[in-house]
């Protein structure tokens, strides 16, 4: 019998055969060993050396595969590391399709990365059904999405990118960073990988650097493991130990940061300073309706333009909650320039040209007070009006 989410969470994933079976330790042990003594010649017991399995690592890959109705879970070094690794299941010649509103680092490793082994990519609007169906060619083996994507929060139809997937033999893959597992389950809608920057909500504390990646495809699952083994980006038994105890309190804090986003895009959409706010939760917000459809919530993350006459350097000092940096979802608000920030790589024109103006921000709600937070902004925008 399957648990509700919140209660996986909170006894991070432990179950029959999961719990340390010597002293009953409620929290996992972290195995700090990277060999384990083989008891006979020739009979090997479960693990063997780190890099291939540990059992703290075990416990980890065990809840975020069971949280993604999964049937395999892995945990890697970084976002980076389990994305990179999942695109390691191509080989030379294969062509990928892939949102040209994805993750920078994405970006870099589809474009600079795999161009070096003759895997080649195509970006396109991934909320233009027709588009990606144009992009598709004989040797396409991989569909990547990212939903709601970075930083203007653009929804893909799931569904539909899956079944112009299956028409045509390819896998979907799915950056689910955004939503969680809690929110947002892509493996349910027929997506073949899901992947995780667990760096964010997942771990929650701006603490640990890790990533993690779901199937359930057995045939994709042993290909996983394959390239985690073979690769070797694994995430270490301490990590694998923080991300447990993080990911145990993700839904009410994730409840928590929701409630208060919604808030605040109301807040900001209402304002006079504001030109315009980016969130799933508002009505306008383009493909809102599909987001509802396949998504439990709007999400912790909104971005929002500040009018031209608001000064965006003294908007920014006046703030004293949130943390002004790069990264996302962790208990404290963070709000990131992604002009300078995430995309500072990206041509200015072509930064104008997809609406990354020096006037955006974009602002993950952490677990602070809401209306502390809405004081915070409200003075910092006032403040300006007033002033200028
Ligand atoms: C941060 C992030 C990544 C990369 O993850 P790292 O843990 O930083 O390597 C990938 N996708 C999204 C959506 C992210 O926000």
Request: hydrophobic share 40%; net charge negative.
């Amino acid at each position: 019998m399957g648990h509700s989410k919140e209660t996986t969470l909170a006894h991070g994933g432990n179950q029959q055969g999961y719990q340390e079976k010597h002293t009953g330790a409620v929290n996992p042990p972290i195995y700090l060993s990277s060999t384990y003594h083989q008891q006979q010649l020739n009979e090997f017991g479960d693990y063997d050396y780190s890099r291939s399995g540990n059992p703290t690592r075990d416990q980890l890959e065990v809840a975020i595969a069971k949280l993604e109705n999964g049937t395999a879970g892995f945990a890697f070094s970084s976002g980076m590391a389990a994305i990179s690794s999942a695109f390691m299941l191509l080989h030379a010649g294969d062509h990928i399709v892939i949102t040209k509103d994805v993750y920078g680092g994405t970006f870099r490793c589809v474009t600079q990365l795999l161009t070096q082994f003759s895997i080649e990519h195509t970006f396109v609007d991934m909320t233009n059904p027709v588009e990606i169906e144009e992009a598709i060619q004989p040797n396409t083996k991989v569909i990547y999405m990212e939903t709601p994507a970075n930083p203007l929060l653009q929804i893909t139809d799931i569904r539909k990118v899956v079944q112009l997937a299956k028409n045509n033999s390819c896998l979907t893959f799915l950056d689910n960073t955004f939503m969680t597992p809690l929110h947002q389950q892509p493996l349910d809608l027929g997506v073949d990988i899901v992947l995780h920057s667990a760096t964010k909500f997942l771990s929650g504390h701006s603490d640990i650097v890790a990533g993690l990646a779901v199937t359930k495809n057995q045939e994709l699952a042993a290909s996983l493991k394959f390239v985690q083994n073979t690769y070797g980006a694994i995430l270490g038994a301490t990590d694998c130990y923080q991300l447990l105890q993080g990911m145990k309190t993700l839904e009410p804090r994730f409840t928590r940061s929701v409630s208060s986003a919604i808030k605040l895009a109301e807040f900001f959409h209402s304002h006079n300073e504001i030109e315009h706010v980016y969130y799933p939760g508002l009505h306008h917000h383009p493909g809102s309706s599909i987001h509802a459809k396949q998504s439990t919530s709007p999400g912790a993350v909104l971005s929002f333009v500040l009018k031209d006459h608001v000064d965006a350097k003294s908007f920014v000092e006046q703030l004293s909650i949130p943390v002004f940096a790069v990264s996302l979802g962790a208990v404290e608000s963070i709000l990131s320039h992604p002009a300078t920030m995430s995309h500072a790589a990206m041509p200015a024109e072509e930064r104008e040209a997809r609406g990354i103006s020096q006037r955006l921000f974009r602002l993950s709600v952490g677990i602070e007070n809401e209306e502390d937070l809405i004081e915070d902004f409200k003075n910092a925008l006032t403040v300006k009006a007033g002033v200028l």
